[in-house]
C-alpha cells in the first residue's frame, strides 16, 4: 500500500510569488491534514479535511494560504503570495475514518524555500 | 501549548534497550496517549498509541503509569536507524469526543544511538 504522497519535495521560490503544494493521502482515508514546522520551531497544525470539507482550519497563519480537496481524494495548499516566513517544510497527514483512535500517517514534507 | 513534559536528550547504545520517559501530569481521563518519531529529514513517522493499559506492537512497548501522569516508550534493541526526535502527545480524538484530531507536537527528545 502506498503512504503518503506529497509533491514537489523542495520547491524555492521569490518572495511576492505562488506557490502550490500537493498531498496525495493513502488511498481510502477520508481525513487529510496540512502541518508545518518553520525554522527552529515546532511541527504546527494547519488544518484538517474530512473527505472535501474543512472539519478545522484554526491553524491556517492567514489568508495568504488556501487549501482545498476537490473530491475528497488529493490536496493542494496554495500559498499567494509568498512571504520569506513561509520557508519551512510542509507535512500532509492522512487517516482513516473507521480509525476511532485517530492514528495519521505523514508524508515526506515539502520543503519550501522563499527567498 | 504541548501538554507533555520530555527530556530534550538521551544517549543509548545500540543493541540495548531505549526507555524515553515523558510526563503528563494533566492528562484527563479520555486522553489517548500517542508516540510519534522523526528521523532526520522526514515525517513524522507514527510508532504506538495508548489509553491505560500497557501496549505494545513491533515498534515499541508504551508503559503507562497507573495514574496514567506518566509513559515510558521503550524500544527493545535500539539501532542506529532509530536516532530520531521522538514526540510524546496526548489528545482526545474527535471520535472520543475531543474538539479536535489536531496533534499539537512539542520539542520532543531527541535520542542518539550510539554504535
Known amino acids: 500500500e502506498a503512504g503518503v504522497t506529497q509533491f514537489p519535495s523542495h520547491s524555492v521560490i521569490e518572495k511576492g510569488q505562488t506557490v502550490t503544494l500537493r498531498c496525495d493521502p493513502i488511498?481510502?482515508?477520508?481525513?487529510l491534514y496540512w502541518y508545518r514546522r518553520v525554522m527552529g520551531k515546532e511541527i504546527k497544525f494547519l488544518l484538517h479535511?474530512?473527505?472535501?470539507?474543512?472539519?478545522?482550519e484554526s491553524g491556517m497563519p492567514n489568508n495568504r494560504f488556501l487549501a482545498e480537496r476537490t473530491g475528497g481524494t488529493y490536496s493542494t495548499l496554495k500559498v499567494q503570495p509568498a512571504e520569506l516566513e513561509d520557508s519551512g517544510v510542509y507535512f500532509c497527514?492522512?487517516?482513516?475514518?473507521?480509525?476511532?483512535?485517530?492514528?495519521?500517517?505523514f508524508g515526506p514534507g515539502t520543503r519550501l524555500t522563499v527567498l | 501549548d504541548a501538554k507533555t513534559t520530555q527530556p530534550p536528550s538521551m544517549d543509548c547504545a545500540e543493541g540495548r534497550a531505549a526507555n524515553l520517559p515523558c510526563n503528563h501530569s494533566?492528562?484527563?481521563?479520555?486522553?489517548?496517549v500517542y508516540w510519534y518519531r522523526q528521523i532526520h529529514s522526514q515525517g513524522p513517522q507514527y510508532i504506538i498509541h495508548?489509553?491505560?493499559n500497557n501496549e505494545t506492537n513491533e515498534m515499541a512497548s508504551l508503559i503507562i503509569t497507573e495514574d496514567r501522569k506518566s509513559s515510558t516508550l521503550i524500544l527493545p534493541h535500539a539501532t542506529l536507524r532509530d536516532t530520531a526526535v521522538y514526540y510524546c502527545?496526548?489528545?482526545?480524538?474527535?471520535?472520543?469526543?475531543?474538539?479536535?484530531?489536531?496533534?499539537?507536537f512539542g520539542t520532543g527528545t531527541l535520542l542518539a544511538v550510539q554504535p
Open positions: 497527514a492522512s487517516s482513516q475514518d473507521w480509525d476511532r483512535t485517530d492514528t495519521q500517517y
Open positions: 488511498s481510502g482515508h477520508d481525513n
Open positions: 479535511f474530512v473527505k472535501e470539507s474543512k472539519q478545522d
Open positions: 494533566t492528562i484527563s481521563g479520555n486522553e489517548y
Open positions: 495508548g489509553l491505560k
Open positions: 502527545i496526548v489528545r482526545v480524538p474527535m471520535n472520543y469526543g475531543g474538539a479536535t484530531n489536531k496533534l499539537i
